[in-house]
C-alpha cells in the first residue's frame, strides 16, 4: 500500500536534536518562552493579545462607550414589512408599529401612513413620519 500522506509536524523533527530551536541549548529552561503570564503583552506579546484578547488593556472605542442595547430600523424597511402584511392596520388607516428595543432612523420615504412606538428616533424619522400623516411615539419604559 501506498502512503501518500503524511502527517507533519513533530515527526518532520524526529532524529535531528533541535526540534525548531537552532541550537539545542537555546530551548532549554523557562526563558525560552518569554516571560510568564501575561509578561510582554505590551511588547513581544503585543499581536497575541490584540488577537485573543483586544479588550485586555480596557480601550475602548467612544463608539462601543455611547453603543447601548438597541437595535436600528429604517424607514424604508417598515415600508417593506407593511408591504408583506406584517402589520396591523388601525381604524384611521394607520399601520400599528410597536418597535421596543429598536430606534428608528429615516433612511427611506414612508408610503404609507404609520403610528410607530419605538425607544427612540432620528429628528429626520420623525419628520418624515410627521409628514406621511402618521405620529411617532417613544414608549416609556416602567
Known sequence: MVL????KGRHKY??????????IKKGRGKGSRGGK????????????VITHHPEHFGKESIKSLKKEDMQT??????????AE????????????VNLAGFKVLGSGKPAF???VTADAFSKSAVEKIKGAGGEAKISSEE
Open 4 to 7: 501518500r500522506h503524511r502527517k
Open 73 to 82: 430600523v429604517n424607514l424604508w424597511a417598515l415600508n417593506k414589512m407593511a
Open 37 to 48: 503570564g501575561f509578561a510582554g503583552s505590551s511588547k513581544h506579546k503585543w499581536v497575541w
Open 85 to 96: 402584511g406584517k402589520f396591523e392596520k388601525s381604524g384611521d388607516g394607520k399601520y400599528i
Open 14 to 23: 524526529m532524529g535531528s536534536r533541535k526540534w525548531g530551536r537552532g541550537n
Open 113 to 115: 401612513p404609520f403610528s
